[in-house]
Every structure is written in structure tokens, then in C-alpha cells.
């Protein structure tokens, strides 16, 4: 992980614009195993690159999108999800598809 970590900032370092808050997403778990190199943890600490660790895809997917995930709500006939979360415009989406392609498409929700 450290090598992927430091890779990725050497090439965004290299980009003629430099540094100016690229980041990397991770898994939580990895964060005790992490031995960065004092120049990217410097970038850390001056919020010129960042690090990520997330415990869920949709935290992953909250940062990617600056939209929320969306909870898995209780509705009067089925679960639902909150309105307006990036799961529920999924879902709303395949709606709209299979019924243009009166068809049932599949989306495997992890």
C-alpha cells in the first residue's frame, strides 16, 4: 500500500500544476500498516494531498461524488433509499431503463 500511496504522489507531484489536493482512497484497515516517506506525510500535513480511509464502499462513494450514500430506509411496501442519495438515483435509473427497454436489469448491490 505504501508503494501504490507514494507512487501516485510522485506522479501527481510531477504534473505540471504540482500538488493542489489529489488523494487516495484506502481501506481503513490498512492505516497501522502505512510507513509513508516524511515528503508525502509533509503534503499530508500541509492539506496538499490527502488519504482517505474508509470502512464502506459507500464511504468511498460519499468522497467520490460529494453526495451522500443514502440509508437503506423502511418504506409503506419495500426498502427504499433516502431521496436524492446516490443509491437511490441508482435505483431510480434502472426503473427508468427497464421500462424503456421493458426489461429487468440487474445491478448487483454490494
Not at 504534473?15 to 487516495?24: E, H, M, T
Not at 411496501?77 to 427497464?98: A, D, M, P, R, T
Request: hydrophobic letters at 45%.
Amino acid at each position: 500500500m505504501n508503494e501504490k500511496i507514494e507512487g501516485f504522489f510522485h506522479l501527481c507531484k510531477r504534473n505540471r500544476l504540482g500538488l493542489y489536493g489529489q488523494a487516495v482512497i484506502i481501506p481503513y484497515s490498512d492505516i497501522d500498516d502505512l510507513v509513508l516517506s516524511e515528503e508525502v506525510v509533509k503534503a499530508v500535513n500541509e492539506q496538499k494531498f490527502f488519504i482517505y480511509p474508509i470502512k464502506t464502499v459507500d464511504e468511498g462513494l460519499e468522497i467520490l461524488t460529494s453526495v451522500r450514500s443514502g440509508k437503506l430506509l423502511k418504506g409503506d411496501k419495500e426498502e427504499i433509499f433516502e431521496v436524492g442519495s446516490v443509491n437511490w438515483l441508482v435505483l431510480y435509473i434502472q426503473s427508468y431503463l427497464s421500462l424503456v427497454f421493458k426489461t429487468k436489469l440487474i445491478f448487483l448491490m454490494f
